[in-house]
């Protein structure tokens, strides 16, 4: 299958295009292979609220949680069995991407258990659970940005685990990203470890932040206001990319990248548009810059593989125009530390109802196995 040429020149232009879905029928159908093959798809992400909608659909699953309920194990150890199966038969399919690029893509992620996102211990416990349990060495670890998610991310990355930082909204809170990063490839390297096994993305979320941005734009409601809808999210976006060169054009850096250091790559995460009357494809024309990954569910691959439009870099040019935007939405009454704040909790509570339905749907599987034949297993 040949590549398209929308996506190919994406790639060509430094963005890597990863897939932000997985599942067992996707696997099972080499779909996952045809996308890697024909739509440049190098690298794969997953969420709680992914794994949720693809156990309930279809009966991709039903095999391994009829020997999950004869085993007889626990609801959270079958929900590790069947993600982490995912996990490595994607990385598996990647894993000629992952060669050819030296290690910097071909890379898949699973995260975390999201009730973890507020303990720090806990977390780094989880990390390195579920880094022994896939095995995969271009696997990726996901670990919210909270605040307790900042030290686990130190304490992964000098364990010599590779990490996808998740649930990044806000400026300050990537500039604290990016200083977890090196301070745990500062451990590894006393340490002793490789550096350039070492990997990360951060993930900065895009349309969300419209979202809530633009609801709010609507209840004030001025000309004004309502002039700055579907601006916020691009120009967030792109002033973290001027964080990204900041932090990683610094003395301390440049310390790191002589020991074999490999640069934290922004990751624009949520970039499926949620608001209709926008261009369905803005969130990837528009955040276009060397180093970095957009992660997209299929839907949205596709559009750009039918209509979108590739220039060289539609970030760096507009820095001044992204801050100007920033201070404008502030003036109008846009409160930017509140904005943040409430999606980041409302991000971590969205994926632990979602990692709960999933709990919820393999008990009921389990308890059909083990249900059947006068109540003995499966």
Do not use: C
């Not at 993600?83 to 898949?108: K, S």
């Not at 686990?152 to 590779?162: E, K, V, Y």
């Amino acid at each position: 299958m040949s590549a398209n040429e929308n996506l190919a020149g994406l790639s060509a232009a430094g963005v890597s295009v990863w897939l932000d879905d997985i599942s067992r029928g996707r696997l099972e159908t080499g779909n996952l292979k045809d996308l890697v093959s024909g739509s440049s798809v190098a690298g794969v992400t997953s969420n709680p609220s992914i794994f949720a909608a693809a156990l309930a659909k279809g009966s991709g699953y039903d095999e391994q949680i009829a020997d999950l309920a004869v085993r007889k194990v626990s609801v959270d150890e079958a929900a590790r069995a069947i993600t982490t199966f995912d996990i490595r038969w994607a990385a598996d399919v990647l894993a000629p991407v992952f060669e050819t690029t030296g290690g910097q893509d071909g890379r898949v992620s699973i995260e975390v258990d999201p009730r973890l996102a507020h303990q720090t211990q806990a977390t780094i416990a989880e990390a390195k659970a579920l880094w022994w349990a896939v095995d995969r060495p271009n696997t990726m670890i996901k670990i919210p940005a909270t605040e307790a998610g900042l030290p686990a991310i130190t304490a992964a990355i000098a364990a010599g685990i590779s990490v996808n930082v998740t649930l990044i909204f806000s400026l300050e809170r990537y500039r604290g990203v990016m200083d977890a990063y090196m301070a745990g490839l500062e451990s590894a390297k006393a340490a002793g470890i490789d550096l350039s096994t070492i990997r990360s993305v951060a993930s900065f979320f895009v349309s969300r932040v419209d979202s809530e941005i633009d609801k709010r734009l609507d209840g004030i409601g001025t000309d004004e206001a309502l002039a700055l809808k579907g601006k916020a999210a691009i120009a967030n976006a792109r002033l973290a990319y001027q964080e990204f060169e900041n932090a990683f054009g610094s003395a301390r850096w440049e310390a790191l990248s002589a020991a074999g250091a490999v640069p934290q790559r922004p990751l624009w995460a949520s970039t499926s548009v949620k608001n209709p009357d926008y261009r369905d494809v803005m969130y990837v024309e528009d955040l276009i810059a060397p180093g970095t990954v957009n992660t997209m569910p299929e839907g949205t691959i596709h559009d750009f593989a039918d209509h979108g439009e590739v220039e060289a870099d539609t970030v760096r040019p507009f820095y001044a125009d992204a801050a100007t935007v920033m201070l404008r939405l502030e003036r109008v009454g846009v409160d930017y530390a509140d904005v943040v704040k409430v999606l980041e909790d409302e991000g971590v509570e969205k994926f632990i109802v979602s990692w709960n339905q999933l709990l919820d749907q393999i008990r009921s599987k389990l308890s059909e196995n083990t249900s059947e034949e006068g109540g003995e297993q499966k």
